[in-house]
């Protein structure tokens, strides 16, 4: 009897030793999130954008440089509050670069051993260290699109220094762009998310799609920002560390306060009734992107 049960504790031993060597499986919901509409007041309509307006104009931005210009996808946004308030920029990858980023997307799904389970969830094999969380799957596509949003992201630091826009205002102008996105389920993309390279090249993207482009962005122009994510909401946003009132998510020492990035309207710190359960977010932590 003695024996046995040292064979069954070995066994047990051996079999933790293998899942922490080839990592964990773990299923997910898919991050989509609901379309959040923005609070408007009853009876005020937005008016038409008006031809004739004064724009600031950050340019065309083509990754690589001699990318054919009607490959790049324009964006027309307003910042109120900014003079002028109307911001545009255009973005486009070369062919090439957008096939190996959809590529090396895949390439990392095949490792991780990914499988769809249906429209709603899939499952993975997580590598060592990384939990039951998709900090892993983001921090790699950083890193694996670290150079078309760098590129991206400089027009952006650009136009602020030559502004001399504060971090507010920094943040704002990011903010509207990435809101201007076309929101759009990921369908068949791995993991359930398009890579934050190719989310305004091809102008779609869910919560977590455009949440990991907010994300780099504003680091890259100096806004302390982290990735807000809930399994039980499917759901993902952003947080930025500036001041203001609202539902902020305490992290190291500090509160974030919550972004909403699938439609445009949310004032920060202002979380859509479905999502509001701040009991329920997660702060994952995430490196900075290469370079």
Known sequence: MVARSWKTLLSLVLVGALLVFAGWEVVVARKAGRLAEPPRPPGVEVPPADPQEARTDLGAVLVPEDTPPERAKAYDWRVEGMEPARQQVAYGLGEDLERGLEQAHRD???????RAM????FTYVAPPGCGTD?????AELM????????????????SIRERDLDAAQA??????FVRRIRYELPGDEPF?????GLVPAQDRGDCDSKA???LMLLRQVGVDAVMLYSDALAHAAIGVGLPGTGTRIPFGGRGYQYVELTAEGWPLGMIPPQYDKPQLW???PLPDAPG
């Open 282 to 284: 997660r702060v994952l």
């Open 134 to 138: 998709m900090r892993c799957i983001y």
């Open 212 to 214: 990991v482009l907010a």
């Open 192 to 196: 359930g998310i398009v890579p934050p």
């Open 171 to 176: 943040t704002e102008l990011i903010l509207g």
């Open 108 to 114: 990392y799904s095949v490792r991780l051993r990914y």
């Open 143 to 158: 890193r694996s699109n670290a150079e078309p949003v760098r590129v991206l992201g400089e027009r952006f630091a650009t």
């Open 118 to 121: 249906g429209p709603e969830r």
